[in-house]
Each structure stands twice: as structure tokens, then as C-alpha cells.
């Protein structure tokens, strides 16, 4: 079967007096029959082309679908009187959520059953639920496209009926008032998607008659809304890439006028949260890494907060929890988590202690305030995810659950590691890896998926896969490049790898992979690249600037026309992230942009063996990226390597809808690589 060939429609672009010819501006019309065509011919060209596989992908498949208990749940929560929970069945692709009164012994109610909800839906996402204060009426926010526009729907946790309310083409961000009638959502533009309205929405009432609480009219910020751990105070934040801004409302007066916390200025961020007669408040005010201050409720402004943790240099305050006795916070130092307690009563802190050399731990749901015990989750590139309770006083450490792995899995036949290579301008870059001890040569013969993202501050920690193990079970050593844009080793690790400074994310992940076959982890004739969004931006960028160093690359749902989305404000997503690339409006970014937008960067050259993948319904990255790329691929590559699209015609950048659908996806792109590998 031959290749699909996409007609060619030159469309002129002009900015700051350059032209650029895009043959391919026409695939953004979804509703052009001929956009569809070529969409549904890549995908039977990949069909055809990998048809020998077919059997073997099942095989996979079903190999990451078995170690994968069936009957699951998660760890319940204490919160008003109930055990909350999520579960789910043999056989289910969604889950159920359950709750028991009082004791886990108790009755179990199922108070959501997601499978019935999707039942006929080829497509069925619930984004968030909430009960009110009064635990009477639950709110649950539903997709059935995928393009991340919900409905609220309510029901009557008494009844179990479903209630006539329903808010429509809503973000899916709610919070209840305590009067338990009165709902707080935002809103997004019908166009861009940015979040920018906030409503009251008063139950048994038409939506027609919600009011408007908040707009933000900045077209760089998107505006949600919550509430304190405390339930006291429902939040407005209003935050772009680089500022906040954040409004209260005293929770029972849900009528009432929100007050300003604290007025916006360029480059100040914070977010805050509330304990006794104070907001405590994340921020970086004169600190790069954020520290932790306090504010009186009465008068919150800048000038009045006190410092509780100042900043330091060398660690980045990532987040805090409050108790009734402790103060909690999730830090980060030489690119490692870490956990800390620190007593209100003024006597010593302690650290949670870690063993293994590169891992991910985090503070989990902690609702309730008066406790000694703090959740916490963890998981490493060996380490299954893990929830554990931890005593505050004794110091005792209780393990709830650990991720069971079906058919049996030894820790110890794997081992992880961190190690750093040299980037182009002298900085030190962390990567993590895994491998299975037996199957792992020190010679460059391993394959390695060396996986990145690089953008948003986004830190990719060292986690578990169970479907991974397919790859290392095989042979494949996997690894992640911590590279800047993210921020893996603190915020100037961020702030070096984005605006003028994106290039670092690029030239850091190709030092990366020098690295790994400089050290004989592997070699250019079984190395493969993987990245997705903004990963996919980085999967093209350094497939232009080195496509020697790759056998093969999958970029997922890729970010890769930079210039001409970062130009259309009508896009989602565009103008809240001017402080994130640049705005291309400003002729010294437009021509930084272009420097290494993958789109714009397609020469006629040899690439690397190719497998990217879309959604048609992606509200992120529009699916008619990834398609104009391949087209202008297909017309300019001069190789005969493998070049495949494939776009999930029901789902967006999520990809698909349910626990098992996804894990397909998953063997295309692990099959993709073993046939690359001969090993099928």
C-alpha cells in the first residue's frame, strides 16, 4: 500500500514582512470531507503496513491489560464522617465510586457508577464530583467528546435520582457554597476555551438565571475556583504564566461580595490556602523558588505578609498541607522530592527518609485537620505507587496499599539509577533510568526509550509502570531526561528552558542521549525517542537538529507548528501562553520561534523511523498539527523509513476514554519499537 499523498493548497503567510508558504494550511477545516479522507487513509496506511503485527499487538495488549488487577480500589479518606473511594470491577472500563458511613466496615454505597453512565458512549470522561456540605446532592462533570467541555450534572445521593439540573459546555471546576444549594463553576470561551467566567449557580433553578460572579477580561489569564482546606473560604484565582491573583468569599454567605487578596503585579505568583485567623501563602515574591508567608484574613495585601519558610536558593518550595498541629510542606532539592514536618508548637521537624536513588513522592488527600497523620504517596522507576500513613509524632510509617502487579513482579530483577551528562553550555543534566538486571549488556546493544517533556515547569519524576515492564521485560532499558523547561532541579531550571532560552531544552536532551551512547547504555542504531504536547514540540526540534542520533521517534499529540498557532489568538490555549514561548507579534520571538518550530524546520533530509500519534477532538494541540507535519514529511524526507500517523478519530489529547482502551494505544507505539527491533 502506498502512502497517503495530501493535495497541495499554498497559503501565503506574512508576519513582520517574511513569507511563509504553508502547503498544508487547508487540513485545519475538520469539516472539510477531503481533512477526514486523508485522516481515515494514514490510519488504514498504518493498518496495512504493521497488518503482520496485528496478532502481536493483541498479544501486548492483553500482556498490559493482565498485570493490571481488575477488581481494584483505592485507599479510602476520612472526610465528614465517610470513607470515600474509587473503584473498579472485573471487566470495567470505568469506575464506580463508593462510600461508607462511619466505619470500612460499614455498608458500601455506590453513589456513581460510571460504566452505566458511558454505557453506548464511545467516548465518556467524569472530570471531577463533589457532594455538598450537607452531603445530599453530588455534582459530576461529564465529556463524552473529549475536547475537555463538560456538563455538570447533580444527583440525589438520598434518592439515587438523577435531578433536572444540568450546566452545560462548563470547564468541569466547581465548588459547592456550605449552604449546600448554591454551586461556584467557571466557564470557558466558546472558542479559545480559555477559563474566563466565574457563576453561581442555585440548585432547581434555570441555568439561564446563573449569575456572573467574576470575568477575567486579560486574555493571558485563565480564572478557577475552590475552596480552602478549611471549607471556610471559597477561592477566585485569576493566574497567567507568570502572575496571580486570587479573591474570598466567607463559604456561608455565598451571596456576599468577593474581597481581593492581593492585586496582580507582573511576575508575582502565590496561592494560598487557610488555617485559623491567617491565609498562608506559596509565593515568589523576591523568591525564585517560593518560600511560605502568612497574611491576616482582615488586611492580606503584599505589604503584610510575614515570612514563615524564607526562600532559599537551593530548594524549591513545591507545595504545603496544613494540621491542626503541623505544617507540611513538599519540597525539592537537587532535582529529589522531599517531605518535611515541622510542628507549630516550635519544637524540631524531621524529613521523611527515602531509600531509592531516584523516585517520586508527594503529599496525598489529607482533608481532614485535626490529625496526626499525614498520607503521603510514592513510587519509583522500581517501586510500584505506594500510599502510606505517616505518624506525625511517632514517626511510624504504615503502608496501606502498593499497586499490585498481576502475575507477580520482583523489584530486585530490576534496578534504577541516576546519572548526569554534560549539556552543550557546561550545566549538568539528571537522567533516570531502569532496566531489567538480565537483560541489560554494558556494550551499546541495549534498545532505550529515552523519554522528555521539557515545558511548563512540568517536573517528569522517576515513576512506575506496570505496562513498562513490557519494554524492559524485552530488553529495552527506559530513561528520562530531566532536562530545563521543566522544573526538575528548581525554578531557574524552568526559567532557563523557556522564552529566549527554549533552545536549552533541545540541545539538553540531545546531550542526553550522547550520553547514554557515550556510556554504552545503548547506540544511535537502537535508540528511540518519545515525548508528548510539548514533548512532541521537543521530539521534532531535535529530530531536525539531529536525526543521526535516533533509529526511531514517536512524538504523541505534538506541539509542532509553533509560529502559525502561537499567531492565532482564536486557537485555544494561545494567548495564556505569550509567557511561556514569546509572542511571535513581537518580531525578536517570531523569528526565535521559527528558529525551531518543527513544522517550519522539515528539510529535505533523511529522519529517523516515525510514529506520530493525534486526536481529532484534541483541544490542546489541534489534531491538524501532527497532520500538516506528516504531509510535509511525507513530500520533503529523502529516506525510505517508516513514517506513520495515527489519529484517534473519537478522542482528544488525552487519547482514549476508559482504564484498558488507553493500554491499546500503548501497544501500537511498544510495537512500533519492538518491529524496529526485529523483535517480533
Not at 511563509?20 to 472539510?32: A, G, K, P, V
Not at 498490559?64 to 465528614?80: A, F
Not at 541516576?418 to 537483560?439: E, F, H, N, Q, T
Request: glycine letters at 6%.
Amino acid at each position: 500500500m502506498q502512502a497517503p499523498k495530501a493535495k497541495k493548497i499554498a497559503q501565503l503567510l506574512e508576519t513582520h514582512g517574511h513569507q511563509r508558504t504553508d502547503n498544508y494550511y487547508w487540513m485545519r477545516d475538520r469539516e472539510n470531507p477531503e481533512v477526514i479522507e486523508y485522516l481515515n487513509a494514514e490510519n488504514e496506511y498504518l493498518k496495512a503496513s504493521l497488518k503482520s503485527t496485528e496478532e502481536f499487538q493483541e498479544k501486548l495488549f492483553q500482556e498490559m491489560k493482565g498485570r493490571i488487577k481488575e477488581d481494584d480500589e483505592s485507599v479510602p479518606y476520612l472526610k465528614s464522617g465517610y470513607y470515600w473511594y474509587v473503584k473498579y470491577e472485573t471487566g470495567g472500563e470505568y469506575p464506580l465510586y463508593c462510600r461508607k458511613k462511619g466505619s470500612l466496615n460499614a455498608i458500601e454505597e455506590i453513589f456513581l457508577d460510571v460504566n452505566l453512565l458511558a454505557e453506548g458512549k464511545a467516548y465518556y470522561q467524569v472530570g471531577g464530583t463533589a457532594a455538598s456540605s450537607d452531603l445530599r446532592i453530588l455534582a459530576f462533570a461529564v465529556d463524552e467528546v473529549g475536547r475537555r467541555i463538560y456538563e455538570i450534572r447533580f444527583k440525589d445521593l438520598e434518592t439515587g435520582e438523577l435531578l433536572p439540573d444540568h450546566i452545560p459546555a462548563i470547564t468541569g471546576n466547581f465548588v459547592w457554597a456550605e449552604d449546600g444549594r448554591t454551586l461556584f463553576y467557571s466557564k470557558q470561551d466558546p472558542e479559545t476555551l480559555r477559563s474566563y467566567q466565574i457563576y453561581s449557580h442555585q440548585l432547581g433553578t434555570s441555568t439561564g438565571d446563573d449569575i456572573l460572579i467574576y470575568e477575567e477580561k486579560d486574555e493571558e489569564f485563565s480564572c478557577v475556583v475552590h475552596k480552602t482546606k478549611s471549607e471556610k473560604y471559597i477561592l477566585i484565582h485569576s493566574e497567567s504564566t507568570i502572575s496571580s491573583e486570587m479573591r474570598f468569599l466567607d463559604a456561608t454567605n455565598p451571596t456576599g461580595e468577593f474581597t481581593l487578596l492581593q492585586a496582580r503585579i507582573p511576575y508575582l505568583e502565590y496561592a494560598a490556602d487557610h488555617y485559623e485567623d491567617y491565609f498562608w501563602i506559596r509565593t515568589n515574591h523576591e523568591a525564585q523558588n517560593f518560600k511560605l508567608v502568612k497574611a491576616p484574613i482582615g488586611n492580606p495585601s503584599l505589604e503584610n505578609w510575614e515570612d514563615v519558610i524564607p526562600h532559599r536558593e537551593s530548594v524549591l518550595l513545591e507545595d504545603f498541607d496544613i494540621f491542626s498541629h503541623f505544617l507540611v510542606t513538599q519540597e525539592r532539592s537537587n532535582g529529589l522530592c522531599k517531605i518535611n514536618i515541622k510542628p507549630w508548637d516550635g519544637t524540631a521537624g524531621h524529613s521523611l527518609e527515602f531509600d531509592d536513588e531516584t523516585y517520586t513522592a508527594w503529599i496525598s488527600t489529607n482533608p481532614e485537620f485535626d490529625t496526626q497523620i499525614l498520607r503521603f504517596g510514592y513510587n519509583s522507576l522500581v517501586t510500584p505507587p505506594s500510599t502510606f500513613d505517616y505518624h506525625m509524632v511517632t514517626k511510624e510509617k504504615t503502608l496501606l496499599k502498593q499497586q499490585e502487579i498481576i502475575g507477580g513482579y520482583d523489584a530486585s530483577a530490576y534496578t534504577s539509577a541516576r546519572i548526569w551528562a554534560k549539556a552543550a553550555d557546561g550545566v549538568m543534566v539528571p537522567i533516570s533510568l531502569v532496566y531489567k538486571i538480565d537483560k541489560f549488556t554494558p556494550d551499546g546493544s541495549n534498545p532505550l526509550l529515552l523519554y522528555s517533556y521539557g515545558s511548563y515547569g512540568y517536573s517528569m519524576d522517576a515513576h512506575f509502570s506496570g505496562s513498562r515492564l513490557s519494554l524492559l521485560d524485552r530488553g529495552f532499558v527506559f530513561a528520562i531526561a530531566h532536562i530545563r523547561g521543566g522544573e526538575d532541579l528548581g525554578r531557574g531550571w524552568y526559567e532557563d528552558g523557556k522564552m529566549l532560552k527554549k533552545r536549552n531544552t533541545f540541545t539538553d536532551y540531545i546531550s542526553c542521549a550522547e550520553h547514554l551512547i557515550a556510556e554504552k547504555y545503548t547506540s544511535p542504531e537502537h535508540l528511540y525517542a518519545m515525548g508528548g504536547s510539548a514533548g512532541g514540540l521537543l521530539m521534532g526540534a531535535v529530530m531536525n537538529l539531529r536525526p543521526d542520533l535516533f533509529n526511531g521517534l514517536i512524538a504523541a499529540v505534538p506541539f509542532v507548528d509553533v509560529v502559525t498557532t502561537m499567531l492565532d489568538e482564536s486557537i485555544p490555549l494561545t494567548t495564556g501562553e505569550f509567557q511561556e514561548w514569546g509572542n511571535p507579534k513581537d518580531k525578536e520571538y517570531y523569528d526565535y520561534m521559527l528558529s525551531y518550530s518543527p513544522y517550519d524546520n522539515v528539510e529535505a533530509k533523511d529522519y529517523p523511523n516515525l510514529l506520530i500519534t493525534s486526536g481529532l477532538h484534541d483541544s490542546q494541540v489541534q489534531y491538524w498539527e501532527p497532520t500538516k507535519w506528516v504531509a510535509k514529511l511525507r513530500e520533503l524526507k529523502t529516506d525510505s523509513k517508516l513514517l506513520f500517523l495515527h489519529t484517534n478519530m473519537e478522542a482528544g489529547h488525552g487519547g482514549a476514554s476508559g482504564r484498558f482502551n488507553s493500554l491499546k494505544e500503548m501497544a501500537l507505539e511498544y510495537t512500533f519499537l519492538f518491529y524496529l527491533e526485529e523483535m517480533i
